[in-house]
């Protein structure tokens, strides 16, 4: 499994790789533009392609994911908010497309009250507008959108992935459109991952509803609110509700492994992932293989070794 963290990309996208490197991770994540405002952040395009080429040639750092902006609201039923929307999605995943990203991380949204039924089909039209888009002007295949999955907040769309695979049925499968779980939306939103057995449930449901085929990020952040507070709060891993044992029973999973994961932990003073923590994710990681081949083990000797058909 590759272990990796959110980053800045102050200074003009590319210090962001050596930020990466400095901290030890195999997989970055970047906001390509302020994530709490609607201005678009105008990098050349020379930049963009001179990211593209650094991140291919750099053997630290494997693959860049982006994070959309905060601000966007594929749900919302107010015209100049969704116009606002529509030019930040798009703007994100242009910049995601020309810098060879793994996907752009999404929220989706708050539908706010009108019911999550009815944005469903909305949202897939702008995932399907925006890649389109892309590609029509850009010429390349589009990174992916990664859905990710929401703590519950409010009217928050993709409370869960049942929500999710709404909109990827919506927008008929598309293949540019996956997703993202977060171990802090999922302990917030209620789900339980603290016996191999509730663990392997998270990632059943996963399988039957979105497919391990679509799952491309997981976000490893433990967490400062309780489970079911539907509050998004992360918090250093070991340090918040969620705690090793649980994180190394999801982390750990057999059907997981070859799905990165990226830290969005505070830190020090809420600077970031530090190396120190990249480490515990390692820890924790290796913590949760030991854990599953353990259970094998007792399984095998006793009724079915089920969680063993393969990673997804
Ligand atoms: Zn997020
Ligand atoms: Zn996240």
Redesign the pocket.
């Known amino acids: 499994m590759l272990i990796g963290a959110h980053v800045s990309s102050s200074g003009g996208l590319l210090p962001a790789l050596e930020r990466g490197e400095a901290i030890g991770a195999d997989v970055i994540q970047i906001f390509t533009t302020s994530p709490r405002a609607w201005k678009p952040a105008a990098f050349p395009p020379e930049l963009l392609a001179q990211y593209r080429q650094a991140q291919l040639d750099n053997v630290t750092v494997q693959a860049t994911f982006c994070?959309a902006s905060?601000l966007i609201n594929l749900a919302t039923t107010d015209p100049d908010k969704l116009a606002r929307s529509r030019t930040s999605l798009l703007h994100n995943l242009q910049v995601a497309t020309a810098i060879g990203s793994a996907g752009l991380?999404l929220?989706l949204g708050s539908h706010l009250g009108a019911g999550y039924s009815t944005a469903v089909k909305p949202i897939a039209a702008e995932l399907l507008r925006a890649i389109q888009t892309v590609e029509d002007l850009g010429g390349l295949s589009s990174a992916p959108i990664l859905m990710?999955n929401a703590a519950g907040a409010g009217g928050t769309c993709g409370r869960d992935f049942g929500e999710l695979a709404a909109v990827l049925d919506a927008a008929g499968g598309h293949g540019r459109i996956g997703t993202?779980l977060?171990t802090q939306h999922l302990f917030a939103s209620g789900a339980d991952y603290s016996t191999m057995e509730a663990a392997d449930r998270v990632v059943r449901t996963v399988a039957v509803t979105v497919g391990l085929d679509r799952l491309a990020c997981i976000?490893l952040n433990d967490s400062k609110t309780e489970q079911g507070s539907n509050r998004d709060r992360h918090a250093n891993l070991g340090e918040g509700l969620i705690g090793r044992t649980s994180l190394a029973l999801l982390l750990g999973h057999p059907r997981l492994q070859n799905v990165p994961a990226v830290l969005?932990t505070p830190g020090a003073d809420g600077h970031g992932p530090r190396a120190s923590d990249v480490v515990i994710a390692r820890e924790i990681h290796a913590d949760g293989l030991r854990r599953w081949r353990q259970g094998a083990g007792k399984q095998g000797a006793g009724k079915q070794g089920a969680g063993k058909q393969g990673a997804g």
């Open positions: 994070h905060y991380v929220h990710e993202c977060d976000h969005e």
